[in-house]
């Protein structure tokens, strides 16, 4: 990252592979704004699927998804294989359905490119991304034969595709509110170390404290929002600040309180003057 960096400021366009790589680790370390202009010194070199994506994930992260998802879709005729219109897809999607409410245009997105793809693989990838956006959309008692279809597979001998853990998370929320958070499914994630868009870890917090809330331990649950919402504000994540901020939001109604609820850093400053 230094040394793109380095490369820009000193007035030249950097190589490519460096940039992309400065821009993928500046999108996984949460440096939005450095993978930003990582992803456009790139995309202006080369246009290509992956300086793409880094530049589309840094728009979409920094509540920009309307030029995310245009930038997607302008991609799409620079896709040479089945994985690269998955990956188009899939983002592409994510946007139109998290941040712009165009369920309908996200779901035909998916569908047109599970028809022009063959991969398995991809497919699955697909199938994925719409149990993501039906769990999303409160769809958790009747769940499609896609879904069905997306959980079962995680036993193949494919390696388990981190969208497919945060269906399973989101499901296990809905039909289990008393039980505790599974700690294997944020273990998954962490492992399989997967950069996709809807693999952030953010999302695996935000189900954690969901559950933690619908179990009743709110003290718990605001305190992992609390902590996701400073760090989202560090990093100029919209999108982050949303999802924990309307947990916290959650809480105060539960609590039926004026106050915020109290949080682990409250909690310890309150002890400490104890």
């Known amino acids: 990252m230094r040394i793109a960096v380095w490369q820009l400021d000193g007035g030249g366009a950097g190589r490519l592979e460096t940039l992309l790589a ?3 680790t500046a999108l996984r370390t949460e440096y939005y704004e450095l993978a930003l202009r990582m992803g456009q010194a790139a995309w ?3 246009r290509s699927v992956e300086a793409a994506l880094v ?4 728009l979409d992260y920094l509540g920009r998804s309307r030029a995310a998802e245009e930038l997607l879709g302008e991609a799409r005729v620079l896709a040479t294989n089945d994985q690269e219109l998955t990956d188009l897809a899939v983002r592409r999607a994510s946007a139109l ?3 712009l409410g ?3 245009r996200a779901d ?5 490119t599970a028809a022009a793809i063959s991969d398995p693989k991809c497919h699955r990838e697909i199938l994925a991304m719409r149990g993501v956006n039906l769990v999303l959309a409160g769809t958790f008692d009747a769940p ?3 879904t069905r279809r997306c959980c079962a ?3 193949t001998r494919h390696s388990p595709r981190p969208r497919s853990t945060s269906v399973s998370a989101w499901r296990w929320r809905a039909h289990h509110r008393g039980r505790h958070p599974h700690p294997d499914r944020l273990a998954a994630r962490m492992e399989l170390n997967d950069e996709g868009q809807y693999t952030a870890l953010g999302i695996y917090l935000v189900a954690q404290a969901v559950a933690h809330l619908h179990a009743g331990n709110l003290a718990e649950a605001a305190g992992i929002a609390d902590a996701g919402y400073q760090f989202s504000v560090e990093r100029a994540n919209v999108d982050g600040q949303a999802w924990f901020a309307s947990i916290l939001a959650l809480i105060r109604l539960i609590e039926g309180g004026r106050r915020p609820p109290a949080t682990c850093s409250e909690r310890q400053r309150r002890s400490s003057a104890r």
């Open 44 to 46: 202006d070199q080369s």
């Open 102 to 104: 165009e369920a309908a």
């Open 97 to 99: 359905f998290r941040s």
């Open 22 to 24: 400065a821009g993928r």
């Open 108 to 112: 035909q997105v998916l569908e047109e």
């Open 144 to 146: 499609s034969p896609s």
């Open 153 to 155: 597979n995680r036993g």
């Open 55 to 58: 530049l589309s994930d840094s």
